[in-house]
């Protein structure tokens, strides 16, 4: 055989598809390659649907009501999918980040701050249609396996997060379903998803005129580089001119005119409207933490939690204020506050633990470090468990945290390797 093929991976590869052959495309009736199967495709879809809205921001919990219209609307598109027996969820994440996603088995979210941007439930069924679109037609799977082919397998750590990082979590390794939500669409796959989704639209009796409306709205704002949609949507979702004239020939050929439920919509966005002026208190917070000026800082997420005192999300960013600024016991305070107004959050227990251990208190530092790692694992938590454990005297415990933080690149996983050697040299 030749040796160049082995050397480049050409074999492996066909070896790959030889055995699993081609499948059908569940939407387009195409056939496709088909590594992973349905079943694995809807394990993985359920196990990772919560870590990657964690790391997105979590769930809207101050407005449970706006989750159910969400889920209602996406329901209605999902029946008259092509594969309406998918277990499809929908959740609407606490992210002021313009984006909407979906992982594998219809796991699917949409953030407040692209529900902020919309005008009417039939732009919401547009946004939920083409993303059940991709759930769907398994275009995650898709390129889970285009990965695959490159290089088996991603096993890696999850995240990696600095001991002071004011933009939040930084990739590192591979969680996987964070991988998928956060990677870019390609052309075909987007067109794909347009073209079904107002089809669905149409048969779940909404005005397919508002995807062309959307596609409009996102190709101006690329061009005009608003950073926040640059940030969210259109990093996964690239807009272009085809896409408009192409969404714009098929409303055309299917015919306009449906629901847009407007007032409807303004109804059930009026507690996310009237708490807009906090989250953009806490945005400029952040902001301005980012650029040291604390004191700013403080005054703007003072106000965000005055306008809402029960939203953890502010507490932590104060309480990382008050970390930064050597105000440990303040930090403390605010931590735990987070901790109890949304105590599934993992980000919120990892700063409580961190902070915890900067005040000596260990078993408290612990106990949050282990629990926010089983929902979200970072390098930064496996670390400090590991001081922990050296601590108070329990080898093995720390040699096996340093060995899984060393896994990490960075500084995080050089001091964890210096440790590591410290302990087994």
């Known amino acids: 055989m030749n040796q160049s093929v082995l050397k480049f991976g050409i074999a492996p590869v066909a070896f790959a598809l030889a055995l699993s052959g081609c499948s059908v495309n569940p939407v387009t ?78 796991k699917i979210a949409i953030n407040r ?60 390794g591979a969680a996987v379903g964070a991988q998928l939500a956060l990677a870019q669409y390609s052309q075909s796959d987007e067109l794909e998803s347009d073209h079904y989704g107002i089809l669905y639209m149409k048969k779940a009796g909404y005005d397919p005129t508002a995807a062309v409306e ?21 990093a996964t979702h690239p807009p272009s001119a085809k896409r408009v004239r192409e969404n714009q020939e098929l409303v055309a050929e299917v015919g306009a005119g449906g629901y847009r439920g407007e007032d ?51 507490y932590s960013l104060r309480g990382r204020i008050h ?41 408290k530092a612990r106990d949050n470090l282990v629990r926010a790692n089983q929902v979200v694992p970072t390098s930064i938590a496996f670390l400090r468990l590991g001081d922990i454990a050296a601590k108070q005297g329990r080898r093995d415990e720390a040699i096996a945290y340093y060995s899984k933080a060393a896994e990490a690149g960075g500084d995080v996983g050089e001091e964890a390797r210096k440790k590591l050697e410290a302990l087994t040299g």
């Open 214 to 234: 959307l596609q409009q709205l996102f190709l101006e704002l690329s061009k005009d580089r608003d950073t926040n949609f640059v940030q969210g949507l259109f």
């Open 264 to 314: 409807v919509y303004e109804r059930k966005l009026a507690t996310l409207r009237k708490l807009q002026p906090a989250y953009d208190a806490h945005d400029k917070a952040l902001e301005l933490a980012s650029e040291d000026d604390m004191d700013g800082a403080l005054k703007a997420v003072n106000e965000a939690i005055r306008l809402a005192p029960g939203e953890a999300k502010f």
């Open 113 to 172: 701050g692209l529900l902020a941007k919309l005008d009417d439930e039939a732009q919401l069924a547009s946004v939920l249609g083409h993303e059940i679109v991709h759930a769907a037609a398994r275009h995650s799977v898709q390129r889970m396996q285009q990965g695959m082919l490159i290089s088996a397998g991603v096993a890696g750590l999850g995240f990696a997060l600095s001991d002071n990082e004011w933009a939040g979590l930084l990739m590192g």
């Open 29 to 106: 009736g195409e056939k496709q390659l088909s590594l992973i199967p349905e079943g694995q495709e809807l394990a993985m879809g359920a196990e990772q649907y919560t870590p990657t809205q964690q790391t997105q921001g979590g769930q809207f919990y101050l407005d449970p009501e706006l989750g159910l219209y969400v889920s209602e609307v996406g329901q209605k598109l999902a029946k008259v999918s092509a594969r309406p027996d998918l277990p499809y969820e929908f959740v609407v994440l606490n992210s002021s980040v313009p984006n909407a996603w979906a992982l594998p088995g219809g």
């Open 323 to 363: 970390r930064d600024q050597n105000r440990l016991e303040q930090a403390a305070a605010d931590f735990e506050k987070a901790v109890s107004l949304y105590p599934e959050m993992f980000v919120y227990r990892l700063h409580n633990g961190l902070n915890a251990l900067e005040l000596n208190n260990l078993d």
